[in-house]
């Protein structure tokens, strides 16, 4: 072969582990016998077909020779895997607003993934901040026992600690105990130690994530940048005892859009408005929705309105950020007009083809809120649009309907038509017979000039002299018209 290659031409394995690398040859028909030959066999050993099997922690080469001396060689990196995981202490017991860290043990040391998933069976008593890739530091949030779990991303080993988290008898209470926060701005909390008993009354404050929101030794929050962060108030009479507010900050909605500003509505129908917020990255891009009078209409989370009494109606889309911004909907909301009938100005029609005319098909009363169909039943001849206009295609006859909604139907007859010629050369004195096609009866016909070329009752042309010159066709109001030219006698 021409050229020898591993695809990929690395690879990470665990000990007792095998592998087959994928080897390309070229051309990939070649015939060439493969030698396999390992750098180091105590790492990773590779047999006659190239299967290579991992031996211990490492790093080695597969080398693959073909029968024309081509080489090709592959890096294997063996690790070890996790064997085992244990967590000292099993059993803990910290006050509120104090803080451990749980740090587990592995077997064997040098594992190559010591990577942990911890969670918490109630994190109102206590909360988990992951250290590093395998500890996680708990804090204390109120009394209470809950239960702390890690999970080994490697082999799913499971270690647990029963935490205890006691609580003197001082209590503290804040106001707000949640805060939407922008970046840059401020806000106070309110802290109170409610118990009648102490005498120190104070508290002292703290973030869990200073680089979220900080907080003064008064209480002022400061949003330093999106994300969530709990500001603890903790009494200094020592009791511990302490409460906590969530500040998300955020980045606010600036702007709020509708798909609509007005609409229509029948009472009983429904209709979807949908809100956009601006910027797009806005942290909450939900939005409450609100019916100015819920006799008229009603409006669920998603924007769906559902109009319930004639009236006008204010639908508003309100930020959930607290930045106030919203968005209003006028809707009208009125009782549905059934159709009675369907109006024909005129049902016996005649138009020229490739003309449009409008079919005069109307819904009764002309207030009905009900809709009206158009439908042919011979497109090829003559098409209507949802508008009404007809489309004369070919000549021939159809008919066209107008349907409501309610079932009322009208209709109105199309006759296509056409000259049988769109244009006419004659020698002088040569004569021509034109004719209507569909039309037999009832064409009147004159010339624009008769001097040039005169016509007959039955659509006889003669020419008359050099010149050119229209004839045309009238039949039921129906102007149809044909230029002749007339040329000397050659």
């Not at 804040?174 to 130690?193: E, H, N, R, W």
Request: proline share 3%; hydrophobic share 35%.
């Amino acid at each position: 072969c021409s050229d020898l290659a591993f695809s990929p031409n690395a690879y990470e394995m665990i000990a007792g582990e095998t592998y087959t690398p994928k080897l390309v040859k070229t051309p990939e028909d070649s015939t060439d016998e493969i030698t396999w030959t390992s750098y180091n066999p105590e790492i990773a050993d590779v047999d006659e077909k190239g299967v290579i099997t991992a031996k211990k922690t490492g790093v080695t080469f597969i080398q693959a020779t073909s029968s024309s001396g081509r080489v090709a060689v592959i890096q294997i990196t063996v690790k070890e895997t996790l064997t085992a995981v244990t967590l000292k202490p099993d059993k803990a017991t910290i006050e509120v607003g104090e803080s451990m860290t749980l740090t587990p043990d592995f077997l064997p040391a040098a594992a190559f993934d010591k990577s942990m998933d911890w969670s918490i069976a109630d994190s109102s008593i206590a909360q988990l901040d992951k250290q590093g890739e395998s500890s996680v530091k708990v804090t204390g949030l109120k009394g209470g026992i809950t239960l702390i779990k890690g999970v080994a991303k490697s082999g799913g080993f499971v270690v647990s600690c029963l935490l205890t988290v006691t609580e003197k008898s001082t209590s503290v209470e804040v106001d707000p105990t949640s805060k939407y926060l922008q970046k840059g701005k401020k806000f106070t909390i309110k802290a109170t130690v409610t118990s009648a008993t102490a005498t120190d009354k104070s508290v002292k404050w703290k973030s869990t994530k200073k680089s979220v929101a900080s907080v003064t030794s008064q209480g002022v929050v400061k949003g330093k940048k999106v994300g969530t962060a709990y500001i603890v108030a903790t009494a200094k009479d020592g009791s511990g005892a302490s409460a906590r507010c969530k500040v998300r900050v955020v980045r606010k909605v600036t702007k709020i859009t509708l798909n609509k500003y007005t609409a229509k509505l029948l009472v009983g129908k429904t209709l979807k408005l949908k809100a956009k917020v601006q910027p797009k990255n806005a942290t909450i891009k939900s939005v409450a929705w609100s019916s100015s009078d819920n006799s008229i209409a009603t409006v669920d989370s998603s924007g769906r309105v559902q109009g319930l009494a004639a009236g006008m109606v204010k639908i508003r889309a309100k930020a959930k950020d607290g930045s106030g911004k919203s968005a209003v909907c006028l809707i009208t909301v009125s009782e549905p007009i059934p159709a009675t009938g369907v109006d024909v100005t005129n049902n016996d029609l005649i138009v020229a083809k490739g003309r449009q005319i409008q079919s005069g098909i109307t819904i009764a009363p002309a207030n009905s809120t009900d809709k009206i169909k158009y439908y042919s039943d011979n497109k090829a001849v003559a098409s209507i649009n949802k508008r009404g206009k007809i489309y004369a295609n070919q000549v021939g006859q159809a008919t066209v309907y107008g349907e409501t909604s309610n079932g009322q139907v009208g209709y109105a007859d199309v006759l296509v038509v056409t000259l049988n010629r769109r244009s006419l050369p004659l020698r002088l004195y040569d004569t021509e017979t034109l004719r209507v096609n569909e039309i037999s009866t009832g064409v009147t016909w004159h010339s624009q000039n008769p001097l040039i070329a005169s016509v007959d009752s039955t659509g006889k042309v003669i020419g008359r002299q050099r010149g050119v010159t229209r004839i045309y066709a009238t039949v039921r109001g129906l102007k149809l018209s044909c230029k002749v030219t007339v040329s000397d006698i050659q």
